[in-house]
């Protein structure tokens, strides 16, 4: 019920006279599923206008301890559908705030978002789509390989499962030399060796100059974009993605607010909510989602507050350095009340947990990933040449840039 395709449903239930009953069974039914089984009860004889209830119960007997009690009139959460049923990003935000939050949540929710301080990323940074080469396994070499090709090159992410941290240093991008991990940035004033005209050659027999992305261009072999980024999000997992900030790119001390920013149980939670969640718990932050994310920017000492962040991470976890985030902004710069941040992070918690495969009552086999095989990545990143990030051409999309420009 967390997943975009269940939005319509929400829609429709709500929609008409009588009730509607919701029952999730937390124990998986089926070997082979990924997702609880959700029961549903409509009774249109009934009177209300468009009532849903929803509930939770462990498994099968205590399923039929609720259908013999008759205990289906007692209401643990009352939602109404939203009256736009498309699946605008509005419509998406309202229904999922009213169906997936309580009460004190959702004021949590606005409350946090009304502070001043509080600031959507569209409204700081612009969001482009990135460099996309049309044939990454020519344009993207190990250091060996571009060496020996003679072509200038600079160092890429190639995979977003690299990402893992607040930070990302030269000492982990030295670590990927031998992988793929140096993108060619030919010029049409480039010296060219012998080497690399084989290769191109070669190439051009295998075709690669008819792909599309690489036909576009003048000189398929030269890249137009290659914009350094100071900030990665990827954009694809199972839960919500924090910001990584490139090191080896100098960034502005708005790049270091928005990557503590992105740490709160604030941004996890719009994420959760603006996001697209799909079948085994994967969540998908697209660019047209990503804008939307709500960043609680530090008004003071930025770098250092990412430092201790990424520090804390590094030394005591994931989960401890978000709730040295939430301190640090929510609460000690913006001086939101302890209770509403703790609200923040509970819907956030259990929304990410209630998606999650990892929460479930058996453990899938290993061939059963719920995880795609590329993880890509948005890229965050000022209009200056150098380092690159680039990420798998695959039919999820291409990577995106975003440039700070309101900090």
């Not at 990933?369 to 200056?384: C, M």
Request: charged share 25%; aromatic share 6%.
């Amino acid at each position: 019920m967390h997943a975009d395709y269940a939005l319509p449903l929400l829609h429709a239930l709500g929609a008409g006279a009588g009730h509607t009953h919701l029952v999730r069974v937390q124990r998986l039914q089926f070997s082979e599923a990924l997702e609880r089984t959700v029961v549903l009860l409509v009774d249109r004889s009934a009177s209300g206008e468009g009532e849903v209830e929803y509930r939770e119960v462990a498994d099968l007997p205590a399923l039929d301890r609720l259908l013999a009690s008759k205990a289906l009139t007692g209401i643990r959460r009352r939602r109404r559908a939203v009256e736009d049923g498309d699946l605008a990003p509005r419509s998406r935000l309202a229904t999922r705030l009213r169906w997936h939050l309580e009460p004190e949540e959702v004021q949590a929710w606005e409350l946090a978002c009304a502070h001043p301080h509080v600031s959507a990323l569209g409204d700081v940074a612009s969001v482009r789509i990135g460099v996309v080469t049309g044939a990454n396994s020519w344009f993207i070499r190990t250091g060996r390989e571009a060496e020996r090709l003679g072509a200038e090159h600079v160092p890429v992410v190639a995979r977003g499962a690299w990402l893992n941290g607040p930070s990302w240093h030269a000492s982990q991008q030295r670590a990927v030399l031998d992988r793929r991990s140096r993108l060619l940035t030919l010029t049409s004033d480039a010296k060219f060796t012998p080497e690399l005209l084989d290769e191109i050659a070669r190439a051009e027999r295998d075709s690669l100059h008819r792909r599309h992305h690489c036909a576009a261009r003048s000189s398929w072999w030269s890249l137009t974009d290659v914009r350094r980024p100071e900030l990665f999000l990827p954009y694809m997992g199972v839960r919500a993605p924090g910001l990584v900030l490139n090191w080896m790119k100098p960034g502005s001390p708005g790049t270091a607010a928005l990557g503590v920013a992105s740490w709160t149980s604030l941004w996890r939670l719009s994420a959760e909510l603006h996001g697209r969640s799909y079948g085994g718990g994967v969540l998908k932050v697209e660019p047209c989602e990503a804008v939307r994310l709500r960043a609680a920017i530090l008004p003071r000492d930025p770098g250092e507050a990412f430092a201790w962040v990424d520090d804390c991470w590094r030394r005591d976890g994931e989960a401890a350095a978000r709730e040295l985030a939430d301190r640090l902004v929510l609460e000690d710069a913006l001086s939101l009340p302890s209770a509403v941040v703790a609200a923040l992070r509970a819907a956030a918690m259990r929304l990410e947990a209630a998606a999650s495969p990892s929460e479930l009552d058996h453990d899938p086999e290993p061939s059963a990933l719920w995880l795609p095989s590329e993880q890509l990545a948005l890229v965050l990143g000022r209009a200056r040449h150098g380092a690159a990030c680039v990420v798998e051409d695959t039919a999820a999309g291409a990577p995106v840039i975003i440039s700070v420009h309101q900090l």
